[in-house]
């Protein structure tokens, strides 16, 4: 028996394993492929494990989720974001909840439910909203930030609603406005006796066990503390999940939070797929085919009333209509803290099975489209704005026709972009910018500078911009695929104008200089030369010289920037640099170095020493002594054979 209950289990990890592998393909959430599992396993599926087999193991990863949580949980980060945390973010809590309670009363539902449903619809998905935003590198653009502020207030509302669902389930009791006051306090009280003994005695604990200098005490202790948080808070009649962020929450300010939070993540990620796979157990297709109609209009009812509320309460607070419109399109979908909130009111009884696998069955398909919903809440605030009429942020690009023939095009306006603007104003040189960050392009605008937004991929607004006319375009992003695409398309609009492309090193520079580009400036190696330049300026060579030189090295393509001397810690697909010696019986004394098959053996000769002089880059009948020494380029495997072949032929 206790042998098949382990290849149950082995076999459900090996179905976890494909299920979440096949979804991150899609670029769906693992959170799904947790939940496949749960169906797979469970009573709608095989049948290997009850819903209550699970129950326990699950809990512990809400436990250590919302520990997790309370590592996260800055103060000084809520403090500096007061007013869009507890602003806008409550007022999309309560506005949504209020929304969902409403339209939850008035199909029959008692109040009880009512709140518990209104409670899961107004959380969104904290883990999914983020990852996307970070992955389009949108969490500095205005309605990253304000996603990010909703996000945290929800987070702190799941504070709340783990002191009320025990509250709620009440065994029988009739749920009075007394007794609801009654358990915030006893919640409040908890939390100040956590509060003044862990910031007393927490500290204390790890400092000892950072001492002992032992990986496995500390994880250890972690676990322990969480444990026991939730525990005690759980014997006053609250959530094992309210003592555990307590917890979290002390000691997020602590030394330890770095390590505390990469010890628990392992434990914290694995218990919460367990959770998540039991969560999937409570499915029943059955229901779910006899009820699908209601649960897809439900899907369409939430994502739409939680996009209204959002964009409604965004216009309300002044902010633009495309910020509005893609802050919104991110916050729709329903997050995991409502399976959270689902999974406890089915435990304390408050929710029926039919009610609970369609608000579970909403919640996933809500998740399943929310990548997409994100990924593209930028292009369909764009293409709305451009349906509904042209905004401040779209002015006309027109530069001044005086300058136009004279203008410098700026493609791009982050730190290179401004720093080149900065220095073109100053030198009273026309110029017009060009950028796709709104938040940046109205800054700048109310500055007085002359930069506009737009895609500079688009053919119809580099015409706006009279790049025909101009006399130098600067494209000073660095990503390869937007330069692929730029670069020929303006060669293409501005034949006879300088092209100067900014990189972060030099790999792919015949292919941009092949592609359009006048001058390709990469960072890395300009910033060397900055360097050397100052370093020869301090060492008294004089300044004509130096810029000569550095001169010479760009028109070279930075030759004197490649091939290095190998170490320790050598990267061996790049090329290097190797002397080679060669004594009196070298097989290469006395032959010319034209007579050497430097094309079989696919190195570069770069210098010649002999007799403490060095000659760079060596005339090909210079004849070969005893006791000179071949500097040779060349990757490690063909410098080996190089050496090889002049040393014994």
Known sequence: MEHSFLIQVLLMLVIAIIAIALLRRAGLPAILAYLATGVISGPAGFNWFSQHQMH??????VVLLMFSLGLEFSLPRLWAMRRTVFGLGSAQVFVTAIVAIGVSLVSGLSLVEAIVVGSAIALSSTAIVLKLLNEQGWLRRRHGELSVSVLLFQDIAVVPLLILLPLLSAQGEPMTWQSISYAMLEGVAAFVLLMAFGKWALPKLFDEVARSRSNELFVLSTLVVALITGAFTQWIGLSMALGAFMAGMLLGESQYKRQLEADIRPFR????????ISIGMLLDFSLVLAFWWQILLLVVAVIFGKAVIVFGLLRLAKESFRTSVATAISLAQVGEFSFVVLALAVNYEL???TLSTKLVMVAVLSMAVAPWLVRHSVDIARRLQGARGRSPEDLHIDPALEHANDLVLILGYGRVGQTIARFMKTE????????????????????GEPVYFGDVSKRSILKQAKIKQAKLIVLTFSEGRILEDVLPLCRQLAPDAKILVRTRDDEGMEELEQAGASQVIPESLEGSLMLVSQVLYQCGVPLNRILKRLEYERRNHYQYLHGFFSGAETDFTLELLHAVALPKGAHVVGVPLSDIPWDKLRVEIRAVRRAGAEVESPELDWCIKAGDTLILLGKPRRIEKAEHYLLQG
């Open 56 to 61: 326990s193991v699950a809990e512990l990863g």
């Open 269 to 276: 990620d694995l218990l919460m797929g367990l959770f998540f």
């Open 351 to 353: 929710l029926a099975p």
């Open 428 to 447: 009273a040189v026309p110029f017009l910018v060009l950028d796709l960050d709104p938040t940046r392009v109205s800054e700048a605008r109310r500055a």
